[in-house]
């Protein structure tokens, strides 16, 4: 099982649509939480990070945590064509300290 | 505040080759990591360095090490390069708790030929 589960996608969404990105992590120790955008040929810029049960917005995304079910999910609301990128999971605090990054999906807005 | 700064920003090597990566992180950061990110495998830790020590390491052969220097400054080296090396390095800095926020450098994109 791998430590941090991402849907490779691609997810394709309309324009105006939300977008919804899940993440799964194996670690139940695991206190910080991240999601990052990577443009293609680009290095991971974060977008949101949450420690706590329950939704944190800013902006059009909201990121959501579910640390009973091990679950992390961001949405995007009105999506735009400039947010087709790939999405970053990545997972920190658990045993090993580390920040665990899952492979990302890749998010199309369809204009 | 200037961002993460990488250099160079490509290079090509061949087989058997070594090469050094440098790395500066944001002012006041004390914590350097270093990702390798493929197609296949994403993002993939090789070590943490803070306070010029390496506080924490992936899972990657001896060939790859690293250092930190007393101005936060990193580097990385890789030193007989083979063909499946090739990939983008990036470093990420933080200020030094290892729960916070990492900030990505525009990282390098190694070819060995």
């Known amino acids: 099982q791998k430590e941090v589960e991402q849907n490779s996608g691609p997810l394709s969404v309309p324009e105006g649509a939300i977008a919804s990105l899940n993440c799964t992590y194996s670690?139940?120790?695991?206190?910080?939480f991240f999601w990052y955008r990577q443009y293609s040929g680009k290095s991971p810029e974060l977008i949101m990070f949450?420690?706590?049960?329950g939704d944190k917005e800013d902006g059009r995304f909201t990121a959501q945590l579910n640390k009973a079910s091990q679950y992390v999910s961001l949405l995007i609301r009105d999506s735009q064509p400039s947010d087709s990128a790939t999405y970053l999971c990545?997972?920190?605090?658990?045993?090993?300290?580390?920040?665990?990054f899952g492979t990302g999906t890749l998010l199309a807005v369809q204009p | 505040k200037a961002g993460v700064t990488q250099t160079p920003r490509y290079l090509i090597k061949t087989r058997g080759q070594q090469v050094t990566l440098s790395c500066s992180p944001i002012?006041?950061?004390?914590?350097v990591s270093w990702y390798q990110q493929t197609p296949g495998q994403g993002l993939q830790f090789l070590f943490e360095?803070?306070?010029?020590?390496?506080?924490n390491k992936g899972n990657f052969p001896g060939r790859f090490s690293g250092r930190q220097f007393s101005n936060s400054r990193s580097e990385m080296n890789v030193s007989t390069l083979e063909l499946g090396d090739s990939a983008l390095y990036l470093c990420?800095?933080?200020?030094?708790?290892?729960?916070?926020?990492?900030?990505f450098g525009p990282g390098t994109r190694l070819l060995v030929l």
């Open positions: 990420a800095s933080s200020l030094g708790d290892s729960q916070e926020t990492q900030y």
């Open positions: 360095y803070f306070s010029e020590t390496q506080r």
């Open positions: 949450i420690y706590s049960n």
């Open positions: 002012s006041g950061h004390r914590s």
């Open positions: 670690d139940r120790g695991s206190q910080s």
């Open positions: 990545a997972v920190s605090g658990g045993a090993t300290n580390k920040l665990i």
